[in-house]
């Protein structure tokens, strides 16, 4: 992914038969090193475990949620730098939509991560917004989780240990979840089909007012979730995708 392009090229990828990437982002940036022997595949979503009509009544028990307005993101908050976006967006959305809830499900790597995680805690404290934001660690089912939301965001300035294009964005279209991304490459190539929603880098105020947009409007959450849905049957299908890495591999013979 992303990764191979911005680090030292070692022998096992200069001297490969063939690189697979996730975007067109990465294979230019290999091909200006002088890569050519670079295909891009797209990634593959398991239509059937990410479906709109998960059941998830017993993880919202769980999480004890009634009838909040759930925004989900899932990924890392500190070297993405989502964090500042997020908290800031909280404080504007809670403002318009009271009943309003922040799921944020990150994995904690280290120290700095966990001592990260409780600042932004403390800040939701002081800004009275605890009732309002909820951290998650591990997610045993994140297909049960996504159903919760309303509105999936992911609001990073940068790309950190995830692939170009992050699954969980990809799981969200396919439960018909609505999807707001940062406008950088490669996550901006996804705005050639038409079913997600960009912010600009940094640009809190767009976020609060798309998340606002969103929720308050049923039908245009329900325009890009059924545009979601189609554009990863369509592209990100993983038994498309299979097949392609079968002719790359028939190939290779």
């Known amino acids: 992914g992303g990764k191979i392009a911005n680090e030292v090229l070692d022998e096992k990828i200069v001297f490969s038969d063939k690189i697979v990437v996730f975007s067109e982002y990465t294979k230019a940036k290999l091909n200006q090193k002088g890569i050519k022997n670079v295909v891009k595949i797209n990634h593959g979503i398991d239509l059937r475990k990410f479906n709109p009509n998960i059941n998830s009544y017993k993880l919202k028990k769980e999480l004890n949620i009634k009838n909040e307005k759930i925004v989900l993101y899932?990924?890392?908050?500190?070297?993405?730098?989502a964090n500042e976006n997020i908290l800031r967006s909280l404080f504007l959305v809670e403002k318009k939509i009271r009943d309003v809830k922040f799921i944020l499900a990150c994995k904690i790597h280290s120290k700095k991560e966990m001592m990260n995680i409780e600042k932004l805690k403390d800040q939701a404290k002081k800004l009275n917004l605890?009732?309002?934001?909820?951290?998650?660690?591990?997610?045993?089912?994140?297909?049960?989780?996504?159903?919760?939301?309303?509105?999936y965001i992911h609001p990073i300035n940068k790309h950190f240990r995830k692939p170009d294009i992050p699954l969980i964005i990809l799981e969200a279209m396919a439960e018909k979840k609505p999807v707001i991304i940062t406008d950088i490459p490669p996550l901006n190539e996804l705005s050639k089909y038409n079913a997600v929603l960009k912010i600009k880098k940094n640009n809190y105020h767009e976020l609060s007012d798309k998340i606002i947009n969103l929720i308050a409007d049923k039908g245009i959450r329900d325009k890009y979730g059924k545009l979601g849905r189609k554009v990863i049957k369509k592209h990100f299908n993983i038994d498309a995708t299979a097949k392609e890495y079968a002719k790359l591999y028939s190939k290779l013979r």
């Open 74 to 81: 899932a990924g890392d908050l500190v070297y993405t730098e």
């Open 130 to 151: 605890e009732k309002n934001l909820l951290m998650l660690n591990t997610v045993e089912n994140m297909n049960e989780l996504i159903s919760l939301c309303d509105v």
